[in-house]
C-alpha cells in the first residue's frame, strides 16, 4: 500500500515536469490543444468592425456600440478606428441619445477635418439638435441651433448631398420659430398686452415672413393696430392642443 502511494506521488511530480516542461518548449495553446481544451482568444480589430456593422445593420444599436467601443479601446491605433468613432456616435444618435452623439460627432470633425465623411458629421449634428424640438410653447434653443447648424452646412459644403434635406429641415424649423412667436403673442392679445402681442407679431413677420402662420399673423396685426381685437374670452386664449412638431417637418 505504501509502495502505491509513493509511485502515484512520482507520477504526479512526473506529470507536473512534463506540463512545465511543455509549456516552454511548445507553448501553452498547442498544449491545451493537445489535450483538448482551447485558449480563449481577443478578437481581432476586423472581427469587432464586422460585428459591430453586422449589429448595426440589423438594428442592434446598443450591441453595436458596445463593439465599437471595445475596439476604440482595444486597437486605438487599427485602420478601422475612424470607422469605429463614427459608427458609435451613429449608434448612440439611433439609441436616441442626441447630446453624447453631437459630441462624438464633434470631435470626429476637430480631429478628423478633411475627412470625406465630415458633410454627413456636419449633417448628424444639426440632427441631433433638430430631434430635440419640442412643442412650440417650450424652449426654442434646440431649433436656433438646428438652424444654425444646417446653414453651417450649406455654407460650407453647398454641393453636398445633403443639401436639398439642410434646406427643407430649416424651413422646417423656421416654421416652428415662427408658430412660437404666434403662440407668444396670442398669449398678450388675450390677456389684452396689445402692445406686447403687436411687437411679438411685428418680430414674426420680419423674421419669418415665408412660413405658413405668417399670414394668420398679418391679419392679427392689422386688427390690433385697428384697435379691433378679436373678441375672444380670456378663459378661451389657449388652444385646444398646441401644434405638433411633425406638423411643421417637411414630408419625404
Known amino acids: 500500500m505504501q509502495n502505491f502511494f509513493k509511485n502515484k506521488q512520482i507520477s504526479i511530480i512526473l506529470l507536473a515536469l512534463l506540463v512545465t516542461l511543455s509549456l516552454a518548449g511548445c507553448g501553452k495553446e498547442k498544449l491545451f490543444s493537445s489535450l483538448g481544451f482551447r485558449a480563449s482568444s481577443p478578437d481581432t480589430a476586423e472581427s469587432l468592425a464586422l460585428k459591430g456593422l453586422d449589429y448595426f445593420s440589423h438594428g442592434k444599436y446598443e450591441k453595436a456600440k458596445r463593439s465599437f467601443e471595445t475596439l476604440l479601446n482595444q486597437y486605438p491605433f487599427s485602420e478601422y478606428s475612424l470607422l469605429a468613432e463614427l459608427k458609435t456616435a451613429d449608434s448612440n444618435y439611433y439609441l436616441e441619445n442626441f447630446e453624447e452623439a453631437f459630441l462624438q460627432y464633434k470631435d470626429f470633425e476637430e480631429h478628423h477635418p478633411t475627412n470625406e465623411a465630415i458633410p454627413y458629421v456636419m449633417f448628424q449634428m444639426a440632427m441631433c439638435y ?15 441651433n438646428a438652424i444654425y447648424s444646417f446653414s453651417r452646412l450649406l455654407r460650407t459644403f453647398p454641393n453636398s448631398p445633403y443639401t436639398q434635406e439642410a434646406r427643407a429641415k430649416i424651413m422646417a424649423a423656421r416654421n416652428f420659430m415662427a408658430n412660437h412667436e404666434y403662440y407668444v403673442a396670442s398669449f398678450y392679445e388675450r390677456t389684452y398686452a396689445y402692445e406686447e402681442a403687436k411687437a411679438r407679431l411685428e418680430y414674426l413677420l420680419r423674421q419669418y415672413p415665408d412660413t405658413n402662420i405668417a399670414p394668420k399673423a398679418e391679419m392679427l396685426l392689422y386688427d390690433l393696430r385697428n384697435d379691433n381685437p378679436p373678441g375672444r374670452s380670456l378663459l378661451g386664449w389657449l388652444p385646444k392642443s398646441l401644434p405638433d412638431w411633425e406638423d411643421f417637418t417637411p414630408v419625404d
Open 130 to 144: 433638430y430631434n430635440q424640438i419640442d412643442t412650440v410653447d417650450r424652449d426654442t434653443s434646440a431649433a436656433i
